[in-house]
Protein backbone atom coordinates (compact mmCIF):
# COMPACT_ATOMS: atom_id res chain seq x y z
CA UNK A 1 0.00 0.00 0.00
CA UNK A 2 1.49 3.55 -0.52
CA UNK A 3 1.89 5.97 1.67
CA UNK A 4 -0.15 8.73 2.30
CA UNK A 5 1.44 12.08 1.96
CA UNK A 6 0.89 14.18 5.33
CA UNK A 7 -2.14 16.46 5.65
CA UNK A 8 -2.04 20.20 4.27
CA UNK A 9 -1.40 22.84 7.59
CA UNK A 10 -3.63 25.33 8.04
CA UNK A 11 -2.49 28.98 8.62
CA UNK A 12 -3.38 28.15 12.69
CA UNK A 13 -1.19 25.18 12.14
CA UNK A 14 2.16 27.10 10.47
CA UNK A 15 1.77 30.31 12.90
CA UNK A 16 1.82 27.65 15.59
CA UNK A 17 5.12 25.74 13.93
CA UNK A 18 6.52 29.21 13.58
CA UNK A 19 5.90 31.01 16.55
CA UNK A 20 4.53 34.03 14.85
CA UNK A 21 0.74 35.51 14.57
CA UNK A 22 -1.63 33.79 12.21
CA UNK A 23 -1.99 37.75 10.40
CA UNK A 24 2.22 37.25 9.93
CA UNK A 25 1.56 33.76 7.45
CA UNK A 26 -1.73 35.51 6.07
CA UNK A 27 0.44 38.16 4.52
CA UNK A 28 3.74 35.94 3.62
CA UNK A 29 1.38 33.74 1.78
CA UNK A 30 -0.61 36.94 0.68
CA UNK A 31 3.05 37.92 -0.69
CA UNK A 32 4.18 35.29 -2.53
CA UNK A 33 7.12 34.84 0.44
CA UNK A 34 5.60 31.71 2.02
CA UNK A 35 4.88 28.79 -0.13
CA UNK A 36 1.19 27.63 0.07
CA UNK A 37 -1.83 26.90 -1.94
CA UNK A 38 -5.63 27.77 -1.49
CA UNK A 39 -8.49 25.25 -1.02
CA UNK A 40 -11.46 26.42 -1.53
CA UNK A 41 -10.22 30.19 -0.71
CA UNK A 42 -8.80 28.84 2.54
CA UNK A 43 -4.65 28.64 2.79
CA UNK A 44 -3.23 25.35 2.76
CA UNK A 45 0.89 24.94 3.16
CA UNK A 46 2.75 21.34 3.03
CA UNK A 47 5.13 20.92 5.68
CA UNK A 48 7.80 19.97 3.33
CA UNK A 49 7.50 22.89 1.58
CA UNK A 50 7.63 25.47 5.58
CA UNK A 51 10.33 23.42 5.81
CA UNK A 52 12.68 24.39 2.71
CA UNK A 53 11.40 27.79 3.60
CA UNK A 54 13.04 27.93 7.02
CA UNK A 55 16.06 26.87 5.21
CA UNK A 56 16.24 29.17 2.55
CA UNK A 57 15.98 31.72 5.07
CA UNK A 58 18.51 30.82 7.02
CA UNK A 59 20.85 30.84 3.66
CA UNK A 60 19.66 34.43 3.18
CA UNK A 61 20.60 35.34 6.56
CA UNK A 62 23.98 33.87 6.92
CA UNK A 63 24.71 35.56 3.57
CA UNK A 64 23.74 39.03 4.85
CA UNK A 65 25.83 38.46 8.52
CA UNK A 66 28.53 37.34 6.13
CA UNK A 67 28.45 40.81 3.96
CA UNK A 68 27.81 42.63 6.77
CA UNK A 69 30.87 40.73 8.45
CA UNK A 70 33.46 41.57 5.39
CA UNK A 71 32.21 45.36 5.11
CA UNK A 72 33.06 45.88 8.45
CA UNK A 73 35.98 43.97 8.05
CA UNK A 74 36.94 45.98 4.87
CA UNK A 75 35.98 49.92 6.97
CA UNK A 76 38.77 48.06 9.76
CA UNK A 77 41.22 48.31 7.43
CA UNK A 78 40.43 51.73 4.99
Known amino acids: MAEQPPPAMTVRDVAGFLAVDEKTIYRLAQQG ?20 WIDEQKKQAAKARGS ?11
Open 33 to 52: KLPGFKVAGTWRFQLQDIQG
Open 68 to 78: RAAGASLKALG
